[in-house]
């Protein structure tokens, strides 16, 4: 056996395993007789249950108090026992089988659960928390059942040596069977506990059920296999590659492209990790409304390996971000950029020749995409990420505190500007001022270096009509995602966080549906319903007519500044950002004004013309409900395909099996006994499952407390 298993594996670890399976456990072993010890300062052994009661009444003033039951039948007994362990708090497991009398009365005895020694699994190698006592507890039940079915009953009640607490009782299969069917539902774990307990406390469960947790949850989805769909091996480096797999046929997915760790690639390194996920219905939308606005940011805290996740976002017609590709990865470069854009290129069969990219300061966005599918029209910064980069540049520099403040906010102002001309000269005046102050100069040097020579992608007059000033798109779905998916904390298993990321794109699929249907609204829609509220600020002697029903200039309400409205006479009858009581969408009219040129929602100026010289949009109600249910039939299913097995990809277990049946039928196997190789069969399950994890996993960089809330998505 030594041989056969040194040439199965030549590790140490499977060879203490299977060694010990069958010379038996390191742990010291008692019989039955000498398993009887007295807890009560003495710590004798005794053969019988009556001797050990003597003993407790003659030496230690311990009344071991009997009772004597009749029952009809044995289903009648199992009720009483029921009743009496959730009074006592108690469990009372059987001994054995049973064994006949002489009057042929089959006799069960039944043992408290905190007696004796706890048996450790040989396969186990750490020592773990044990209800088991070490010593006897003189409370136990003797059941003969006699030849008609009635049942007779001794029981001991007396406890001794131990406390009788609810987290000592194991969850029974009543309890479990009622978690698990609350589990199937896809209730949430937070909810079942919640219920659970409550249920316990109302006398509907049993009263272990009052300290459920969900660490419970998380045994009872082991023991009854009802794993997540992403969970296909114990090991997560084979859990990952096995779904990959099996999952590179199934139409839902547009792409699965998987580098693993320890494959060599022709631009990543060796030790990369790679993977990334687009679904069919991300594809469409993609190739719907890619050509106008990608956003794309990454992030980290979704895994305890410190892989980043970087993820693709377009815009939809009602302003709402749209989440169309993931990647993680343990790099965040452009070399991993643009294998990231490759694989989407190949798999859409075309380039996306997009309006406008937003990324952070980083280049390695942009460049990886300009390499990959072209120059946008429109390269912008995020405005929240200028702002910081500033404001730590400024930090470092200027280490006059009021000069610091002032340099910050004039900067503000200029990049605010929607006039060129004016944002030219301005921020030339403004340099010089910089740069002719001893306390300024360094920031003057570092803005010059950096952002003087890039002004069109950080200033406002360079983005008008572009309808997004903000990487909050991506922003705000990442922390969707960690808040509503991973509940602020990060997953132990990468197959764990793929689940959550599949979530969070099937709750996208929702969201747009919903959208599209009315029932929700984003918060762009929002914006224009309170803008619409505000219009009677502004008074109609404040809107001077240029072009009889084409423009307008508007004076603001609350400053003396003046706007210009367009009547564009481009009503669209799409889906559409739109404003409802109006009859408008965001196409009918255009104006100079922040709200509308750089955040892209209608504004208080454009309803407040609406409302003082009516024009007929031609807006077409029908055509509009026509148009939605079109795009609605595009919405496809996304329920997955993949059964919820952890198992169903195991080979290793007939390569294992026939070595066996090979063993067993050679001239060596004659010296073991056929117990000997129903043991064998059954330890080389667990040899299996060794050598099934692969020569390499995820490694973990840092030690991590998976318990720790991830931090808030910056904003």
Not at 223 to 252: A, C, G
Not at 509 to 515: A, L, S
Not at 556 to 568: A, F, G, L, M, R
């Amino acid at each position: 056996v030594l041989h056969f298993l040194l040439l199965l594996q030549k590790t140490k670890k499977v060879f203490y395993y299977c060694i010990f399976a069958f010379v038996g456990s390191p742990f010291q072993t008692f019989s039955l007789a000498s398993r009887i010890i007295c807890r009560v300062q003495c710590q004798e052994y005794f053969t019988k249950y009556d001797i050990f009661h003597r003993h407790l009444m003659q030496n230690h003033n311990i009344n071991v108090e009997m009772e004597q039951h009749l029952f009809e039948s044995m289903r009648d007994f199992e009720h009483w026992k029921k009743n009496i362990e959730q009074i006592t708090t108690s469990l009372y497991v059987k001994q054995n089988s049973g064994k006949v009398n002489q009057d042929g009365c089959k006799v069960i005895y039944y043992n408290c659960h905190r007696s004796y020694h706890y048996k450790q699994n040989c396969m186990k190698r750490v020592f773990t928390k044990t209800n088991k006592t070490g010593y006897a507890c003189p409370s136990r039940i003797c059941v003969t059942v006699f030849n008609n079915g009635h049942t007779q009953i001794i029981y001991w009640k007396t406890h001794v040596g131990h406390s009788q607490l609810l987290r000592t009782i194991p969850i029974n299969n009543t309890l479990k069977s009622h978690i698990a069917d609350n589990i199937k539902q896809g209730i949430s774990d937070d909810e079942i506990v919640r219920k659970t307990i409550d249920a316990g406390h109302e006398g509907i469960l049993p009263p272990r059920a009052t300290i459920v947790k969900k660490q419970d949850l998380v045994n009872i989805r082991r023991q009854f296999q009802m794993f997540y769909s992403t969970y296909k091996h114990p090991n997560d480096h084979s859990s990952v590659t096995i779904w990959v797999n099996e999952n590179l046929t199934d139409k839902r997915f547009s792409l699965l492209y998987l580098k693993e760790v320890g494959t060599s690639h022709t631009i990543l390194d060796e030790k990369d990790f790679v993977l990334m996920i687009m679904t069919k219905v991300q594809e469409d939308v993609l190739k719907e409304y890619g050509y106008d606005r990608i956003c794309v940011d990454g992030t980290h805290g979704t895994n305890a390996y410190g892989y980043h996740l970087h993820t693709l976002m377009v815009i939809d017609e009602f302003g709402s971000g749209y989440p169309v590709a993931f990647c993680f990865s343990n790099r965040q470069d452009e070399l991993l950029c643009r294998v990231f854009f490759r694989e989407i290129k190949h798999k859409i069969g075309r380039s996306i020749q997009t309006q406008t990219f937003m990324s952070d300061c980083a280049p390695a966005y942009y460049l990886a995409w300009e390499h990959e599918m072209g120059k946008a029209d429109n390269r912008l910064l995020c405005t929240w990420h200028v702002n910081r980069s500033w404001r730590r540049a400024a930090d470092k520099k200027i280490q006059n505190v009021q000069k610091r403040i002032k340099t910050l906010e004039d900067l503000q102002l200029i990049r605010c500007l929607l006039n060129e001309t004016e944002f030219c000269s301005r921020l030339i005046a403004f340099m010089d001022l910089l740069k002719n102050d001893a306390d300024t100069v360094k920031f003057a040097t570092y803005f010059s270096k950096h952002y003087l020579k890039n002004t069109p992608i950080w200033a406002y007059c360079f983005r008008k009509g572009l309808g997004i000033n903000t990487n909050m798109y991506v922003e705000s779905y990442h922390n969707t995602l960690k808040k509503m998916t991973f509940h602020r904390k990060q997953s132990r298993r990468m197959d764990k966080a793929i689940e959550n990321v599949l979530q969070i794109e099937k709750l996208a699929i929702i969201n747009r549906h919903q959208r599209l249907h009315g029932v929700s609204v984003s918060e762009r829609q929002k914006n224009v319903a309170r803008s619409h509220k505000k219009f009677s600020d502004i008074p109609s002697n404040a809107i001077c007519e240029i072009r009889p029903l084409k423009e307008w200039i508007v004076t603001s309400s609350t400053k003396e500044t003046q706007y210009t409205v367009k009547w564009e006479d481009n009503t669209c009858n799409v889906p559409c950002m739109r404003c409802e009581i109006c009859s408008i969408c965001i196409h009918s009219y255009s104006c100079d004004y922040t709200e509308f040129s750089i955040k892209g929602y209608i504004c208080k100026h454009i309803h407040a013309c609406i409302q003082y010289y009516c024009i007929d949009s031609d807006f077409n109600k029908q055509h509009l409900e026509q148009s939605i249910l079109e795009k609605t039939k595009k919405i496809r299913k996304t329920e997955s395909k993949s059964k919820f097995n952890a198992y169903d990809s195991y080979q290793l277990a007939g390569t294992l099996m026939n070595l066996n049946l090979q063993l067993y039928e050679s001239h060596e196997a004659e010296i073991f006994s056929d117990a000997d190789h129903r043991k064998l069969v059954q330890y080389l399950y667990h040899v299996r499952d060794i050598l099934g994890r692969g020569v390499y996993d995820f490694p973990q960089k840092n030690k991590i407390n998976l318990k720790k809330k991830i931090p808030k998505q910056r904003r």
